[in-house]
């Protein structure tokens, strides 16, 4: 009897067949993206003939057939969905657009908004209202929903979205319009928010119950397509779908919740590499997925993937649980080029399938990541895909040559040198930064790298990360269809319970668990699954109070006594709060959010078998192969397949196999596991590129140096951004975002920043500055200070300004920076904005420049003195420490940096980080007419008198300068309206990146 996992993807359908007690075998296919059930059909027939049967009799022996599929992630991105009709609360039609309020780009004023999947015209509104105690204010209007459901049913709607407001308390409303929805209209697919995810947070409620009708009818009619194709045949087993939050499902339930299929195949390699850590003895693992357009990294903890409730894909939310896969635009087919300040970069542009790299021969012109291997002589021209494909190495060299060599100066070994490194110090920052995001140290995991072009790159990413191991699955090259034969039934249930922990009625608690428990159960035991393999598991959101994002921890004994289970409650989030964040507000409030539970059905499990062991000491060599590492040296070639377990190959050196290429660098070494698998030992001694760089560096650094820096110092400001927004208490700063971080250099130059508002971020190197002047050269290491005056480079009150100094050896070389709008600083109004202030002293406290930490010790004194002043001192000071947070954790980072690369050069690289930017605005303001420009705007008054307000601005232009003069504009007035220099300052250099290109690095340059 045979297990089959199925992985429909882009390019290629990947298929893996499994029986107890022997090797797996592993089949691809085209895939057929019109009919994927096409290409599926096609690797069945392959894969039964390879088995000598006929397709029928393959079928027939089939205990289990599990399918993943890209069916419902493509309708969604390539938006080929269905035409759905939306009902929501009376008034609130318009949250699909309004979303959550932010822009995902601040700076750019072109970008277009995400076209909602259902417009307007097709977005109706019931009357009913439902209160957020669960209680009914305005009954449902059923002749009126009769009304608007025949008008979308005239328009032609496929499917139906309904979303209520606080129906996640009381559903009675929904259930109701799902009723009448049936009587009229049977058979038509329907989502109700309240049974596609029963929770907190509309819009999050809202996008992913829209996203669920809008793929539903279409993966619904793709799986009838295939039933059609599979019912000529006898099929023995199960036919399961994957599912995104690494279970199984039927194909009925994973119709009736099409949302969560949407990262199916992703899913499955992650699977994958969880089963294969535990085949090895790897338990925690970053799973490092690199293809041919992007690169998915997720994390894998005590033998279980992360799992997240907050996804973006095609431009939507997705808030069922999900393997947390965090993707990025870094894969082989990842376009290189030099943009105009002279800074390589990698991605996220690719060369796609067509015409994909220059070397395909098939069009394309510009050089990728596997164009770069190539010339480097790590792929074998004539075996790639097994030899189903040639690429052309002239192409390459020539693409490389052109399009980065010649305008960066370099040979093009130099070049395509570049391009590898370049693109793996991308993907080590991401896993760096998902790594804070989830409050884990990478350098104490094991790396598991697959897909096709990871080979070559996991070393390096390895490297960087201070990661010593990498495992490269046997199967890597179809290790999602591989991990389906890994996993299990699995459904996940929620219910949004909002309440403080002290107080609440755990009798209610007790209920809502048992009704989960007991639904999930039911299901399992319905679709035949014995009671002992049976597993659940229960869980809480939970968050302190004001805050925004939730952190789940296990739910303790619910049957202990009550004081008992409320303190092992209370401490279980207290000490998950610390692991994430490194620590906890032990006097703030906790609240319950949302209530899960998961219940797991246990399949059978198809394991390899290990292989048997061969002569390990007798290596044979498939070929010797020219290399470039920094000049030519003969390296060794193995095929993967002819090497036995225990076999040791010592870098330089390629292994390869029909669809994996993988190197091995010099200091490093590979064993085969007893699975088949390589073991890469990476050597994290003094060898790595930025050492090797360092020793050897120029006056001016090299362009690889340049664009790695870059790199780092850019996720340094991000992960100081995400510190800020996970462990802020306030609304303001946690939902709105109404912060800025940033680096500075010893002069207050802007280095680098994170997200940021654009009002912020040109003002701080002039709070830098002031703090830098007022203390001198008593600044020390550990000190940390503190201000909000405007006259010292703040903007207005409420946004207080944390500074961090950084020294290395003695000698101050860089600032973090933090600055962040407090919902309150005193004054007379709550939250600052006092309409009418005449004064400063009368809109909050002025901080001044002041040490907030002296050597390292915190400055009590001036916290108590901060604390008085303003109205809600918890939330104030829960905030401070989130401000403070995020500038330890880049004073860490930095200092990780200056121990890389070493001073001198790292300061000559951003040095020439700044002029690069600064030639590339210089640059185009120079294709502007040279001239005198004006213009106006007028504010209508200042609270006090009835006049207009001009602002003027003469903009001058001469050559490639630029000059902003508002010296014309109206004198100070009597209202809070007037703007400070570093705020004016910040607003004219945000006014340059709103017209700059998208790609300009966001620098003093």
Same mark, same amino acid.
């Given at each position: 009897?045979?297990?089959?996992?199925?992985?429909?993807?882009?390019?290629?359908?990947?298929?893996?067949?499994?029986?107890?007690?022997?090797?797996?075998?592993?089949?691809?296919?085209?895939?057929?993206?019109?009919?994927?059930?096409?290409?599926?059909?096609?690797?069945?027939?392959?894969?039964?003939?390879?088995?000598?049967?006929?397709?029928?009799?393959?079928?027939?022996?089939?205990?289990?057939?599990?399918?993943?599929?890209?069916?419902?992630?493509?309708?969604?991105?390539?938006?080929?969905?269905?035409?759905?009709?939306?009902?929501?609360?009376?008034?609130?039609?318009?949250?699909?657009?309004?979303?959550?309020?932010?822009?995902?780009?601040?700076?750019?004023?072109?970008?277009?908004?995400?076209?909602?999947?259902?417009?307007?015209?097709?977005?109706?509104?019931?009357?009913?209202?439902?209160?957020?105690?669960?209680?009914?204010?305005?009954?449902?209007?059923?002749?009126?929903?009769?009304?608007?459901?025949?008008?979308?049913?005239?328009?032609?709607?496929?499917?139906?979205?309904?979303?209520?407001?606080?129906?996640?308390?009381?559903?009675?409303?929904?259930?109701?319009?799902?009723?009448?929805?049936?009587?009229?209209?049977?058979?038509?697919?329907?989502?109700?928010?309240?049974?596609?995810?029963?929770?907190?947070?509309?819009?999050?409620?809202?996008?992913?119950?829209?996203?669920?009708?809008?793929?539903?009818?279409?993966?619904?009619?793709?799986?009838?397509?295939?039933?059609?194709?599979?019912?000529?045949?006898?099929?023995?087993?199960?036919?399961?779908?994957?599912?995104?939050?690494?279970?199984?499902?039927?194909?009925?339930?994973?119709?009736?919740?099409?949302?969560?299929?949407?990262?199916?195949?992703?899913?499955?390699?992650?699977?994958?590499?969880?089963?294969?850590?535990?085949?090895?003895?790897?338990?925690?693992?970053?799973?490092?997925?690199?293809?041919?357009?992007?690169?998915?990294?997720?994390?894998?903890?005590?033998?279980?993937?992360?799992?997240?409730?907050?996804?973006?894909?095609?431009?939507?939310?997705?808030?069922?649980?999900?393997?947390?896969?965090?993707?990025?635009?870094?894969?082989?087919?990842?376009?290189?080029?030099?943009?105009?300040?002279?800074?390589?970069?990698?991605?996220?542009?690719?060369?796609?399938?067509?015409?994909?790299?220059?070397?395909?021969?098939?069009?394309?012109?510009?050089?990728?990541?596997?164009?770069?291997?190539?010339?480097?002589?790590?792929?074998?021209?004539?075996?790639?895909?097994?030899?189903?494909?040639?690429?052309?190495?002239?192409?390459?060299?020539?693409?490389?040559?052109?399009?980065?060599?010649?305008?960066?100066?370099?040979?093009?070994?130099?070049?395509?040198?570049?391009?590898?490194?370049?693109?793996?110090?991308?993907?080590?920052?991401?896993?760096?930064?998902?790594?804070?995001?989830?409050?884990?140290?990478?350098?104490?995991?094991?790396?598991?790298?697959?897909?096709?072009?990871?080979?070559?790159?996991?070393?390096?990413?390895?490297?960087?990360?201070?990661?010593?191991?990498?495992?490269?699955?046997?199967?890597?090259?179809?290790?999602?269809?591989?991990?389906?034969?890994?996993?299990?039934?699995?459904?996940?249930?929620?219910?949004?319970?909002?309440?403080?922990?002290?107080?609440?009625?755990?009798?209610?608690?007790?209920?809502?668990?048992?009704?989960?428990?007991?639904?999930?159960?039911?299901?399992?035991?319905?679709?035949?699954?014995?009671?002992?393999?049976?597993?659940?598991?229960?869980?809480?959101?939970?968050?302190?109070?004001?805050?925004?994002?939730?952190?789940?921890?296990?739910?303790?004994?619910?049957?202990?006594?009550?004081?008992?289970?409320?303190?092992?409650?209370?401490?279980?989030?207290?000490?998950?709060?610390?692991?994430?964040?490194?620590?906890?507000?032990?006097?703030?409030?906790?609240?319950?959010?949302?209530?899960?539970?998961?219940?797991?059905?246990?399949?059978?499990?198809?394991?390899?078998?290990?292989?048997?062991?061969?002569?390990?000491?007798?290596?044979?060599?498939?070929?010797?192969?020219?290399?470039?590492?920094?000049?030519?040296?003969?390296?060794?070639?193995?095929?993967?397949?002819?090497?036995?377990?225990?076999?040791?190959?010592?870098?330089?050196?390629?292994?390869?196999?029909?669809?994996?290429?993988?190197?091995?660098?010099?200091?490093?070494?590979?064993?085969?596991?007893?699975?088949?698998?390589?073991?890469?030992?990476?050597?994290?001694?003094?060898?790595?590129?930025?050492?090797?760089?360092?020793?050897?560096?120029?006056?001016?650094?090299?362009?690889?140096?340049?664009?790695?820096?870059?790199?780092?110092?850019?996720?340094?400001?991000?992960?100081?951004?995400?510190?800020?927004?996970?462990?802020?208490?306030?609304?303001?700063?946690?939902?709105?975002?109404?912060?800025?971080?940033?680096?500075?250099?010893?002069?207050?130059?802007?280095?680098?920043?994170?997200?940021?508002?654009?009002?912020?971020?040109?003002?701080?190197?002039?709070?830098?500055?002031?703090?830098?002047?007022?203390?001198?050269?008593?600044? +020390?290491?550990?000190?940390?200070?503190? *201000?909000? $005056?405007? %006259?010292?480079? =703040?903007?207005? &009150?409420?946004?207080?300004?944390? /500074?961090?100094?950084?020294?290395?050896?003695?000698?101050?070389?860089?600032?973090?920076?933090?600055?962040?709008?407090?919902?309150?600083?005193?004054?007379?109004?709550?939250?600052?904005?006092?309409?009418?202030?005449?004064?400063?002293?009368?809109?909050?406290?002025?901080?001044?420049?002041?040490?907030?930490?002296?050597?390292?010790?915190?400055?009590?004194?001036?916290?108590?003195?901060?604390?008085?002043?303003?109205?809600?001192?918890?939330?104030?000071?829960?905030?401070?420490?989130?401000?403070?947070?995020?500038?330890?954790? +880049?004073?860490?980072?930095?200092?990780? *940096?200056? $121990?890389? %690369?070493?001073? =001198?050069?790292? &300061?000559?690289?951003?040095?020439? /980080?700044?002029?690069?930017?600064?030639?590339?605005?210089?640059?185009?303001?120079?294709?502007?007419?040279?001239?005198?420009?004006?213009?106006?705007?007028?504010?209508?008054?200042?609270?006090?008198?009835?006049?207009?307000?001009?602002?003027?601005?003469?903009?001058?232009?001469?050559?490639?300068?630029?000059?902003?003069?508002?010296?014309?504009?109206?004198?100070?007035?009597?209202?809070?309206?007037?703007?400070?220099?570093?705020?004016?300052?910040?607003?004219?250099?945000?006014?340059?990146?709103?017209?700059?290109?998208?790609?300009?690095?966001?620098?003093?340059?």
């Amino acid at each position: 009897m045979y297990v089959i996992g199925i992985d429909v993807g882009g390019t290629f359908t990947d298929f893996v067949v499994a029986q107890e007690g022997r090797p797996p075998r592993y089949f691809k296919t085209a895939s057929t993206p019109n009919d994927p059930s096409e290409g599926l059909m096609t690797g069945l027939n392959d894969a039964a003939s390879a088995h000598g049967l006929s397709l029928e009799d393959f079928l027939a022996s089939a205990d289990m057939i599990i399918h993943g599929s890209t069916v419902a992630t493509n309708t969604l991105v390539e938006r080929k969905g269905a035409k759905v009709g939306l009902i929501t609360t009376d008034g609130f039609r318009d949250l699909l657009e309004m979303r959550e309020g932010l822009k995902e780009d601040r700076y750019n004023l072109r970008m277009t908004p995400v076209e909602p999947l259902v417009p307007r015209y097709l977005r109706a509104e019931a009357s009913e209202r439902v209160l957020a105690d669960g209680s009914v204010k305005v009954a449902l209007d059923e002749d009126a929903l009769n009304a608007v459901l025949d008008g979308l049913k005239d328009e032609g709607v496929e499917s139906l979205a309904v979303c209520f407001l606080f129906s996640y308390l009381n559903p009675a409303h929904e259930d109701r319009v799902g009723e009448i929805i049936q009587a009229k209209f049977p058979g038509m697919y329907t989502s109700l928010s309240s049974q596609v995810i029963p929770q907190i947070k509309e819009f999050d409620r809202l996008s992913t119950t829209v996203i669920n009708s809008y793929v539903g009818p279409v993966l619904g009619r793709y799986l009838e397509s295939l039933q059609e194709r599979l019912k000529s045949f006898r099929q023995a087993g199960d036919f399961l779908i994957m599912q995104s939050n690494g279970g199984v499902a039927p194909i009925e339930d994973s119709h009736r919740l099409a949302v969560r299929s949407i990262l199916s195949g992703p899913a499955g390699g992650v699977s994958g590499a969880a089963a294969y850590g535990r085949l090895v003895g790897a338990s925690d693992i970053i799973a490092f997925d690199m293809g041919g357009t992007s690169t998915d990294i997720s994390l894998i903890e005590d033998g279980e993937p992360h799992l997240s409730t907050e996804k973006f894909e095609g431009g939507w939310k997705i808030s069922v649980p999900m393997i947390d896969i965090h993707t990025m635009g870094a894969g082989g087919g990842s376009i290189a080029s030099v943009g105009p300040g002279g800074i390589m970069k990698v991605g996220p542009e690719s060369a796609g399938a067509l015409p994909g790299p220059a070397s395909y021969g098939k069009g394309g012109e510009l050089p990728t990541v596997t164009d770069a291997n190539l010339a480097l002589g790590y792929l074998n021209p004539d075996n790639f895909l097994g030899g189903s494909a040639k690429l052309q190495k002239d192409l390459a060299e020539k693409a490389v040559a052109e399009h980065v060599a010649q305008p960066l100066g370099l040979s093009m070994l130099e070049a395509a040198e570049g391009v590898s490194t370049v693109v793996s110090t991308s993907i080590a920052e991401g896993i760096r930064l998902m790594s804070v995001q989830r409050g884990v140290d990478p350098r104490r995991f094991t790396m598991l790298a697959f897909g096709g072009a990871a080979g070559l790159q996991a070393g390096k990413v390895a490297r960087q990360l201070q990661v010593e191991k990498v495992i490269i699955p046997a199967a890597a090259a179809v290790l999602s269809a591989h991990g389906m034969l890994s996993t299990d039934l699995k459904y996940d249930y929620s219910r949004s319970y909002p309440a403080a922990l002290v107080g609440i009625d755990l009798d209610s608690v007790k209920k809502i668990v048992a009704n989960m428990e007991t639904e999930g159960r039911n299901k399992l035991l319905g679709q035949g699954v014995p009671e002992a393999d049976i597993e659940i598991s229960v869980s809480a959101d939970m968050r302190y109070l004001d805050q925004i994002y939730d952190v789940n921890v296990p739910l303790p004994d619910l049957h202990q006594d009550p004081e008992t289970l409320l303190s092992q409650w209370a401490a279980n989030f207290h000490q998950r709060y610390r692991e994430l964040y490194s620590y906890s507000q032990s006097e703030q409030e906790i609240r319950l959010v949302t209530l899960r539970a998961t219940v797991v059905g246990r399949l059978p499990k198809f394991d390899p078998p290990p292989l048997d062991s061969g002569n390990a000491k007798t290596l044979k060599e498939k070929a010797r192969r020219s290399i470039y590492l920094g000049g030519w040296t003969e390296a060794p070639v193995y095929e993967i397949g002819d090497l036995p377990p225990g076999s040791l190959v010592n870098g330089p050196a390629i292994l390869e196999s029909d669809f994996t290429t993988v190197l091995i660098e010099p200091g490093d070494s590979a064993t085969i596991d007893p699975y088949g698998g390589i073991e890469l030992k990476v050597s994290l001694e003094a060898t790595g590129e930025a050492t090797d760089r360092a020793a050897t560096a120029t006056d001016r650094p090299d362009p690889v140096t340049l664009a790695v820096v870059e790199h780092r110092l850019e996720s340094i400001a991000l992960e100081m951004t995400e510190v800020m927004l996970r462990t802020a208490m306030s609304q303001i700063l946690n939902s709105s975002r109404d912060f800025s971080t940033c680096i500075l250099d010893a002069d207050c130059q802007l280095v680098a920043q994170g997200e940021g508002i654009p009002v912020h971020v040109s003002a701080l190197p002039v709070a830098g500055a002031a703090v830098r002047d007022y203390f001198g050269d008593s600044m +020390a290491e550990g000190d940390l200070f503190i *201000l909000n $005056d405007p %006259y010292f480079g =703040g903007s207005h &009150l409420p946004d207080i300004t944390i /500074i961090k100094p950084v020294f290395h050896e003695g000698k101050l070389l860089f600032y973090g920076v933090n600055r962040a709008h407090h919902s309150d600083v005193g004054g007379g109004t709550h939250g600052g904005y006092n309409p009418r202030a005449t004064e400063i002293f009368q809109e909050g406290i002025r901080i001044p420049p002041l040490k907030l930490y002296d050597r390292g010790v915190p400055r009590d004194d001036v916290l108590q003195m901060l604390s008085a002043n303003v109205r809600q001192p918890e939330n104030f000071l829960g905030d401070l420490n989130a401000q403070i947070g995020s500038v330890m954790i +880049a004073a860490k980072r930095i200092a990780e *940096l200056l $121990d890389s %690369y070493g001073a =001198g050069p790292l &300061l000559a690289a951003v040095e020439e /980080i700044l002029a690069a930017t600064e030639r590339q605005v210089r640059q185009f303001i120079s294709e502007w007419p040279d001239g005198v420009y004006h213009g106006e705007s007028l504010v209508d008054d200042d609270g006090f008198d009835n006049k207009l307000i001009p602002i003027r601005a003469k903009v001058t232009i001469a050559g490639d300068s630029m000059t902003i003069d508002l010296s014309e504009s109206s004198p100070q007035v009597t209202g809070f309206i007037n703007s400070a220099y570093a705020n004016t300052r910040s607003l004219a250099h945000a006014a340059i990146m709103y017209i700059a290109p998208a790609d300009l690095a966001k620098n003093e340059g």
